[in-house]
């Protein structure tokens, strides 16, 4: 049995970018995920943070083989499945399962919560112990939802209670790894806590590992062992939670905690804020040597010329810049 | 001294096939100039609703109004709620304005930026054309879009989301209005863009002296910038009180659920969150009571069944601010310290 779940080494996806129609050929291409390195342990939670168009879904849906990585290893359990054909991923599959962002789209409004659970059942070939109904049912009291909903339609049900049978179908083939993108951003913030406590009791429960893939801090801050940060397809900063948010090293986490509103007037009001400048830079054409250097307040020569190099600044936090904090 | 906009027992329902949607129940508020109002509800809560019954932009055939919403304006009070759509119209973007949350679908995907802030100048200024796209660049200038001259022609898809939203305030404040009503500004955005965008609204109120009217679920924005809070359940105002009794001393037990299941960033502790249970109550059958008592675990310590009997009235019960529970004034200063 291999330490870690997942590995990813060296991970890159890009997509072809195309200007213009339909019919144009691809023009370069978006570098959604550009070389990034990480590991999730058994049972461990690692959150993957940074803001909207920084990579961090399409590491979730790469590790997923949602996508084809354009280079790069993803080891689950030990086994390389980079390489692997949709059909020899459909036993790998079992194991590691999703959680989507939107609880309304992300369920087949025609299907009823049963069949939309027990559909995992019936894609891999698998007969539950003590059949089909009652491993349903017993799924949905496990998420907090009254069992006998099992034939109701996804429209009769509330924002939180369709990500809770969301958890559920991840949750029927008992997997090692749940990725989960955004699962609670949708969700009222009195909600939102209801199913960051379920994630947690599961966890516990099951020895699930996460990859929590979400930009808002606090809820990563929350619920994670370690986080990643994320800036423009690239991993800015690693490290153990507590950590990392004490003591950030690179400036790109600095400016993200500290922007951050702090729901407590006196320190959110009293504490010092970097506001970063602009834009991110669009990943089609990021920018020479370090990517963040167009917004980072600490840029110099060296860092629009030469790609900052990871370096462990702690046994166990690593930061990819010219000149940590 | 009456404030600058005074909102008095606002009811807003719409009637549907399933029934009435009672969306905003005898909800009444006030801002003053130079002031920010925060309305923190979960969705469904009325908060936006009350709003656009301010604004004027509710469909009169499908939506019934009643209550009232003075503008006290420097030539007399408006009231808006009984005034002709006419009237109302005519006070939209220049004594009131309003930015939503999708900057996307609120700006028109076939026009420039800049004629679509030339549009709204035009309705209360003469000009040329010129003269328009010349106010539009001074606007852009103003909520920090780099190199104005040239952006002022872009439609809004070559924007950024923070460009949008920027682009959105500079059409809102053209005509300097008196009256700013933000309904989610920051939503979606992202955290770095969130702070710009905040701090933005922060310097362009003490600029032109605005009333702001923030509308939001996310009580860290409500602690940067509001002066005073309404929190809002079921479509009834719960609370209202400075921006330091709600945080510091609440008095209702929804807005101490409500902060208390919000994950804290800086005490670093991986505590449990604490959550409300249940699901906001559904807008057509509104209990006859308290509308948060299915959720509430303070209900208990009431006597006599009052929570589920009727509907508490939004009252100071001595603490400095207003609270609708029926909690007797012991427990109310009580509730605090059950804040995690």
Request: proline content about 6%; glycine content about 8%.
């Amino acid at each position: 049995m291999a330490e870690n779940i997942l590995e990813l080494h060296n991970l890159t996806k890009f997509f072809p970018a195309r200007a213009g129609g339909v019919f144009t050929r691809a023009k370069g291409e978006v570098r959604a995920v550009d070389g990034v390195n990480l590991t999730v342990a058994r049972g461990e939670t690692v959150g993957l943070v940074g803001e909207s168009g920084c990579g961090k879904t399409t590491v979730g849906r790469t590790v997923m083989k949602l996508y084809e990585p354009t280079s790069g290893q993803i080891l689950f359990d030990g086994q390389d499945i980079t390489k692997l054909s949709r059909k020899e991923m459909k036993p790998i599959r079992s194991k590691m399962q999703m959680i989507f962002q939107d609880p309304f789209s992300s369920l087949n409004p025609r299907h009823t919560v049963g069949s939309i659970i027990s559909s995992s059942y019936t894609i891999h070939g698998i007969e539950p112990e003590g059949g089909v109904e009652d491993s349903v049912r017993e799924l949905l009291s496990l998420v907090g939802l009254n069992p006998e909903h099992i034939n109701r339609f996804p429209h009769e049900f509330s924002g939180g209670q369709r990500q809770r049978i969301g958890i559920a179908r991840a949750l029927a083939l008992k997997p090692m790894l749940i990725v989960a993108d955004e699962p609670v951003s949708a969700l009222d913030v009195s909600i939102q806590a209801q199913v960051v406590n379920l994630l947690d009791d599961l966890q516990k429960e099951f020895g699930l590992s996460y990859l929590f893939v979400a930009h808002d801090l606090s809820i990563v801050q929350h619920i994670s062992d370690r986080v990643v940060v994320m800036y423009l397809g690239k991993v800015m900063e690693m490290g153990p939670t507590k950590v990392l948010f004490e003591s950030p090293h690179h400036p790109y986490t600095k400016a993200l905690l500290s922007a951050v509103p702090v729901a407590d007037p006196k320190i959110g009001r009293s504490r010092e804020r970097i506001i970063l400048q602009g834009d991110l830079p669009s990943p089609v054409n990021p920018p020479s040597g370090c990517v963040f250097n167009t917004r980072c307040w600490k840029a110099q020569e060296i860092c629009r010329t030469t790609v900052p190099k990871t370096v462990q600044i702690t046994p166990q936090q690593t930061v990819a810049c010219h000149f940590p904090e | 001294m009456s404030k600058f906009l005074e909102v008095t027992n606002l009811n807003v329902t719409f009637p549907t096939e399933d029934g009435d949607v009672h969306a905003s129940n005898e909800v009444s508020y006030s801002v003053g100039l130079g002031e920010t109002l925060a309305i923190v509800g979960e969705s469904g809560s009325g908060k936006s609703v009350s709003n656009l019954a301010v604004m004027g932009l509710h469909n009169p055939v499908r939506t019934k109004i009643s209550g009232t919403a003075t503008l006290n304006l420097a030539d007399g009070p408006v009231e808006l709620i009984s005034a002709s759509p006419e009237t109302v119209r005519r006070l939209r973007g220049k004594a009131m304005s309003m930015i939503f949350q999708d900057p996307m679908s609120a700006l028109h995907p076939f026009f420039s930026i800049g004629d679509q802030i030339a549009e709204a100048w035009h309705l209360y200024n003469n000009g040329s054309k010129d003269d328009g796209i010349k106010k539009a660049t001074e606007m852009l200038d103003l909520v920090g879009i780099p190199d104005p001259d040239r952006r002022v022609h872009d439609y809004p898809h070559q924007f950024s989301g923070g460009m949008r939203q920027r682009a959105m305030i500079a059409m809102a404040l053209v005509n300097n209005p008196s009256l700013l009503i933000a309904d989610e500004p920051t939503t979606a955005l992202d955290v770095t863009v969130q702070s710009q965008i905040l701090q933005l609204l922060k310097d362009l109120q003490r600029e032109f002296n605005m009333a702001i009217i923030l509308i939001t679920h996310d009580l860290g924005v409500v602690a940067e910038v509001a002066d005073r809070i309404c929190v809002m359940y079921g479509g009834r105002i719960v609370e209202d009180g400075t921006v330091e009794d709600i945080f510091y001393r609440p008095e209702h037990p929804y807005t101490l659920g409500l902060l208390n299941s919000v994950p804290r960033i800086i005490r670093g502790s991986s505590h449990r969150l604490r959550t409300i249970p249940g699901q906001p109550p559904s807008l057509i059958n509104l209990p006859a009571g308290c509308a948060f008592e299915p959720r509430c675990g303070y209900a208990k310590k009431v006597s006599s069944g009052a929570c589920t009997a009727h509907v508490p009235d939004l009252s100071d019960k001595g603490i400095g601010h207003l609270s609708r529970c029926h909690l007797d004034v012991v427990d109310l200063s009580n509730l605090v310290k059950d804040k995690a």
